[in-house]
């Protein structure tokens, strides 16, 4: 799935990156506990989580995951937005809940990790 796509389906904003010339969603993975998303295999997925903290970003470049989507209303603080920036990374912002948004990712042809 293209970003453009993506943020249409979940009422996305952009907050960072370009969308037009980022790679295809083609797996997502959902998750608060940046524990998990470090047990993650190379993939690459749609990272989706409510935590909005800088630790986020830095899971994320640790992970290879080079798209991130906050749920839940969750709003990116500048330094998440200068670090992801740096790292090339797509950030997005949805005020739909991580259920929502998995199941409507889901519906549309995204795969889960596991």
Do not use: W
């Not at 991130?68 to 990374?89: C, F, S, W, Y």
């Not at 912002?93 to 042809?109: A, D, M, R, V």
Request: aromatic share 4%.
């Amino acid at each position: 799935m293209k970003i453009p796509l993506l943020m249409q389906l979940l009422e996305a904003r952009l907050v960072c990156g370009d969308a037009e010339n980022h790679r295809i969603i083609e797996h997502a993975f959902a998750s608060d506990l940046m524990s998990d998303v470090l047990t993650l295999d190379a993939c690459s997925p749609l990272l989706i989580t409510g935590l909005s903290n800088v630790q986020t970003i830095r899971t994320a470049e640790m992970a290879d995951i080079h798209t991130v989507l906050l749920a839940r209303g969750k709003k990116a603080t500048p330094e998440m937005i200068a670090l992801a920036h740096q790292n090339d990374m797509v950030m997005l912002e949805t005020p739909y809940s991580i259920f929502k948004t998995s199941g409507i990712l889901y519906q549309h042809g995204v795969k889960p990790v596991y």
